[in-house]
């Protein structure tokens, strides 16, 4: 199982950002997928989960600003990140959860400055 996130980088403060884990190895359409980040000195936390029938959860600092979908053709999910603030800055990880089994992506970093 290998999930591969992309799209992370250096944004300023209001710009844009779209994340991106493909995976491979799992019947990607059977699986919830979410994403998840970690700031230095901070636990991980969600950010947005989307399940097998594309229902969405926000955390409840990214609603409004930050979208989750997934294209099961391509295996991919995607967080689509607008009006990015400092405090969005964190490394970013896709998982995948199912059929009682959970799989991390490897991250990746994304880095708002003022």
């Known amino acids: 199982v290998q999930l591969q996130a992309s799209g992370g980088g250096l944004v300023e403060a209001g710009g844009s950002l779209r994340l991106s884990c493909a995976a491979s190895?799992?019947?990607?359409?059977?699986?919830?997928m979410g994403w998840y980040r970690q700031a230095p000195g901070n636990q991980r936390e969600l950010v947005a989960t989307?399940?097998?029938?594309?229902?969405?959860i926000y955390a409840d600092s990214v609603k409004g600003r930050f979208t989750i979908s997934r294209d099961n053709a391509k295996n991919t999910v995607y967080l689509q990140m607008n009006s990015l603030n400092p405090e969005d800055t964190a490394v970013y990880y896709c998982?995948?959860?199912?059929?009682?089994?959970?799989?991390w992506g490897q991250g990746t970093q994304v880095t708002v400055s003022s």
């Open positions: 989307i399940t097998r029938s594309s229902s969405t």
């Open positions: 998982k995948a959860t199912g059929f009682g089994y959970e799989y």
């Open positions: 190895g799992i019947m990607f359409s059977m699986h919830a």
